[in-house]
């Protein structure tokens, strides 16, 4: 069993340690102000850090710069754009400790792991991308209307991401990581690697499609109510299982509706509701290694945890993760024993929130605890440790996300979950190999797809 060490949070510049039962109220006009100044216009701070290792934001591109060559919508594999940059320095096993107040436990328990294999490449920090006009609109807006409702599950004011650009309370910086501004419409083909402790790879494939309602280009500015987002997949391999989907429809607030889920069986032929969808169920294609809800790290209904805000922290956490995600890399060389090969890993020390969820007294889920590490930036979750009832750390996680110029925003990507116990690892969302990978904001999907009767014509 991985121990646990004693962990403080290094606080930069707000130091929160709140419930969920904490007052959840918009910000003052003089705070809003402060968006687009002294804050990037989601929230984020703006200046350097004193040592200047995290730059200033720059956000002087919008969109595709210009020496990147890419076509939008039509599933291109993401090009890297610094394609110069060399790492700065790697933290290994043998100097971990002089960056360890910058690492969560799990990522220093991958050192104490692997300690002759797994590496940390840092390569400089880049903080040049911006969100369209009307995103920062938004956000301002959301500032001064938002407020959460119905004990932190619901929302009144929220016209669209980015909700609580200035949190005070730790439901907020979770409404903030679910609804950030990220495609509405989503097609892919991926690849799941379940990689045993010996190296061993038994494989999973899904094509999911995704329709986020929140961020709709018909949608961005109207109140939040009824489904937040869709989506339905379908299993590919193993092949035992191939010709399954699984549709579902989230709502906006938990608190008045549930995650409703409808499922295809090729042996029946019929679609079935599952009583739930979601929690710890296990994540299809996965051998029962992910949860449902471990997917972009955390998703879902946040009832059965007990939510802390540690506020802000310097972290080194995958950043600007273009390279990993090209057509030339090859999963053989990718997915190596204990961990993917450092060698495709760009990390960056970025400002990061720390989220903390316990489970409540009375309720299920394998997780006792999990942390989360959410860039101030993009508003996504990148790095997930996870606990189980006896608050010993068992899982680390981290996803792999880049600006993507189909929508001017970030993309989760390649996401890598790993059982600290067993030496062993889950590579999910793979697209290295496919002939695409996202098709992002093409547009193609709407609400009427995502029904038991479309379920039941998509199976036969």
Request: proline residues 6%; aromatic residues 12%.
């Amino acid at each position: 069993m991985i121990k646990t060490r004693i962990w403080v949070p290094v606080m930069t510049t707000i130091a929160l340690s709140m419930t969920a039962s904490s007052a959840m109220a918009k910000v003052s006009e003089a705070e809003a102000a402060k968006l687009g100044k002294e804050l990037t216009c989601v929230g984020a701070e703006a200046a350097a850090n004193a040592d200047g290792s995290i730059p200033a934001f720059s956000g002087k591109w919008l969109g595709k710069p210009p020496h990147v060559d890419y076509t939008p919508h039509v599933g291109q594999h993401p090009v890297d754009v610094y394609p110069e940059d060399k790492p700065l320095f790697e933290i290994t096993a043998a100097n971990y400790e002089q960056y360890a107040d910058k690492l969560s436990e799990g990522q220093v328990a991958m050192f104490k792991r692997f300690p002759d294999t797994f590496r940390m490449p840092v390569y400089q920090s880049r903080r040049d991308f911006r969100y369209p006009d009307i995103i920062c609109e938004l956000a301002k807006k959301n500032a001064l209307e938002a407020e959460l409702i119905d004990g932190g599950l619901g929302y009144t004011g929220y016209k669209g991401p980015v909700g609580f650009p200035i949190p005070k309370a730790p439901l907020e910086v979770l409404a903030n990581m679910n609804f950030p501004y990220r495609a509405f419409t989503e097609h892919v083909v991926r690849d799941i690697a379940d990689v045993s402790s010996n190296g061993s790879i038994t494989w999973g494939r899904q094509v999911n499609k995704n329709l986020n309602v929140v961020t709709s280009p018909s949608e961005l500015g109207k109140p939040m109510e009824g489904l937040m987002a869709y989506s339905i997949s379908g299993t590919l391999l193993p092949e035992r299982d191939r010709g399954s989907f699984t549709a579902s429809q989230e709502p906006v607030n938990f608190a008045r509706a549930k995650r409703l889920a409808w499922q295809y069986d090729p042996g029946t032929r019929r679609v079935r509701q599952l009583p739930t969808y979601g929690f710890d169920s296990p994540m299809g294609g996965t051998s029962g290694k992910m949860t449902i809800d471990q997917d972009r790290l955390m998703n879902g209904d946040p009832s059965r945890y007990e939510w802390t805000l540690h506020g802000k922290k310097e972290m080194y956490i995958p950043a600007n993760a273009y390279r990993i995600h090209s057509k030339d890399v090859k999963y053989a060389d990718l997915l190596t024993k204990g961990h993917a090969k450092p060698d495709y890993m760009r990390y960056e020390l970025r400002r990061v929130w720390v989220l903390e969820g316990k489970l409540k007294e009375g309720f299920r889920h394998a997780f006792g605890k999990r942390v989360l590490f959410i860039d101030e930036d993009t508003w996504q979750a990148s790095v997930g440790d996870y606990y189980d009832q006896r608050g010993q750390l068992w899982q680390h996680a981290f996803i792999n996300h880049f600006y993507a110029f189909d929508l001017n925003a970030w993309q989760a990507g390649t996401a890598f979950y790993h059982d600290l116990n067993a030496g062993a690892y889950v590579g999910f969302n793979l697209i290295q190999e496919r002939d695409k990978a996202w098709v992002l904001n093409a547009g193609d999907l709407t609400p009427d797809m995502y029904t038991p009767a479309a379920l039941r014509a998509m199976g036969q």
